[in-house]
T-cell receptor, first 116, second 116 residues
Framework: AQSVTQLDSQVPVFEEAPVELRCNYS??????LFWYVQYPNQGLQLLLK??????LVKGINGFEAEFNKSQTSFHLRKPSVHISDTAEYFC??????????????FGAGTRLFVKA | NAGVTQTPKFRVLKTGQSMTLLCAQD?????MYWYRQDPGMGLRLIHY???????AKGEVPDGYNVSRLKKQNFLLGLESAAPSQTSVYFC???????????????FGEGSRLTVL
């Protein structure tokens, strides 16, 4: 069975500092990996995804993530955060399941709080 | 672009009452999902649908029913609401495997339900 663990529930950081949000997953099959962002009182939107190929993926708003198969991790990074990056971030894993479609499992979320 | 639209956005129910949440998508997506979001627990899949006329159970289906009579609509019903169903409910849709956007979910803005 798939599972996703986000290792930090909250991450406070000063503006313009780098940040890393950690995500580990477990699955018995090949998976697709995602990071979603949720701003207050909004739905989730895709930040970036890993399907195959290069293990370093770049997303919107300057975020990037690295897929590490041996460590089953998919950590999210940004070299310099802005106040506007304050939001909740969700790591997610999905695989193809029968009879079709994707079953996506989410982590508990990490609240990023950027301070001035 | 409307994307995924959920109605209503807010609702307060008394224990034992019934209600239906409506999700509509205008992207011609095959797959649709209902999640609930609770603090510290991320998103948990309630039910999903891989096409018109088909539905299946997710991680936490008890107390909920769904229907997908039209491709663009996915209804979530609570027959007898309980306080444990107080949550924020998110509908999502995703395109099928042939589009190249494998696994990406498109979310509505959420429906906040309180059961007293």
């Amino acid at each position: 069975a798939q599972s996703v663990t986000q290792l930090d529930s909250q991450v406070p950081v000063f503006e313009e500092a780098p940040v890393e949000l950690r995500c580990n997953y477990s699955s018995s099959v090949s998976v697709y990996l995602f990071w979603y962002v949720q701003y207050p009182n909004q739905g989730l939107q895709l930040l970036l995804k890993y399907l195959s190929g290069s293990t370093l993926v770049k997303g919107i708003n300057g975020f990037e993530a690295e897929f590490n198969k041996s460590q089953t991790s998919f950590h999210l990074r940004k070299p310099s955060v802005h106040i506007s990056d304050t939001a909740e971030y969700f790591c997610a894993v999905s695989d193809v399941y029968k009879p079709g479609g994707f079953k996506t499992i989410f982590g508990a979320g990490t609240r990023l709080f950027v301070k001035a | 672009n409307a994307g995924v639209t959920q109605t209503p956005k807010f609702r307060v129910l008394k224990t034992g009452q019934s209600m239906t949440l409506l999700c509509a998508q205008d992207m011609n997506h095959e797959y649709m999902y209902w999640y609930r979001q609770d603090p510290g627990m991320g998103l948990r899949l309630i039910h999903y649908s891989v096409g018109e006329g088909t539905t299946a159970k997710g991680e936490v289906p008890d107390g909920y029913n769904v229907s997908r009579l039209k491709k663009q609509n996915f209804l979530l019903g609570l027959e007898s609401a309980a306080p444990s169903q107080t949550s924020v409910y998110f509908c999502a849709s995703s395109p099928d495997l042939r589009t190249g956007r494998s696994g990406e979910l498109f979310f509505g803005e959420g429906s906040r339900l309180t059961v007293l």
